[in-house]
């Protein structure tokens, strides 16, 4: 199986945004994407990418086939210490259970040890969300701790409980 990490560009809007499903929204982004607001997020990344900055995000590619997302981002610090760098990532309903996520966290994990971003990887996941809490496990992910979100609210509005698992960068 071949996984790799890729800019996102502009052709890709629409593969990407074809990937989203519930899943995705109810746990990741909150609200479908559209053509511009995808649009305008890459552009946003592609601009991160050039300075160095801010949050830096990827497409996943399956042998060649657009197969999920990837990124890290330095200015969330809801549930983090200093030094802990929020990850998330999604896979395409039709990608899922092989192994994608797993691969992609991977070698996101590789790109942050490279640039020094952070002491640890962080994955921020609610603990309904079964199959990302087995991405972080299978990743090489520890339980750090659970809090409560300042920012993250379940589908009835009240703040939702997460759990914060932590990969030390030094030792990918
Ligand atoms: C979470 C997500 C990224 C996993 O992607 P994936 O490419 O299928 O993940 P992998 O194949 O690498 O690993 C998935 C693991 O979760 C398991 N899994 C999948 N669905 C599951 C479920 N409902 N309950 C328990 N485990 C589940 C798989 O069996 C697999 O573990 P295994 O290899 O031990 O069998 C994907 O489901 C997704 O895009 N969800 C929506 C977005 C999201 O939740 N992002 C994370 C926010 S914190």
Redesign the pocket.
């Known amino acids: 199986m071949r996984i790799e990490l890729r800019p996102l560009t502009e052709s890709d809007v629409q593969a990407h945004n074809d990937g989203e499903?519930a899943?995705?929204v109810?746990?990741?982004t909150g609200a479908p994407g559209t053509p511009d607001s995808t649009a305008r997020h890459i552009a946003m990344l592609a601009e991160n990418a050039v300075r160095g900055q801010g949050q830096q995000g990827f497409g996943v590619w399956l042998e060649d086939r657009l197969?999920?997302y990837v990124d890290y981002n330095p200015a969330v610090d809801d549930g983090l210490e200093p030094g802990e760098v929020n990850i998330?990532?999604?896979?395409?309903?039709w990608?899922?259970?092989?192994?994608?996520?797993?691969?992609?966290?991977q070698l996101l994990c590789d790109r942050m040890a490279e640039h020094a971003e952070g002491s640890h990887a962080a994955?921020?996941?609610?603990p309904e969300?079964?199959?990302?809490?087995?991405?972080?496990e299978?990743?090489g992910f520890t339980l750090a701790r659970e809090v409560e979100s300042t920012t993250d609210v379940r589908p009835d509005g009240t703040l939702a409980t997460l759990l914060v698992w932590l990969r030390d960068l030094a030792e990918v």
Do not use: F, Q
């Not at 998330?88 to 309903?93: L, R």
């Not at 969300?129 to 972080?136: G, K």
């Open positions: 499903d899943e995705t109810r746990w990741l197969a999920g998330t990532y999604a896979t395409h309903p990608a899922r259970g092989r192994g994608v996520a797993v691969a992609a966290v994955i921020r996941v609610d969300n079964h199959a990302s809490v087995r991405v972080a299978k990743a």
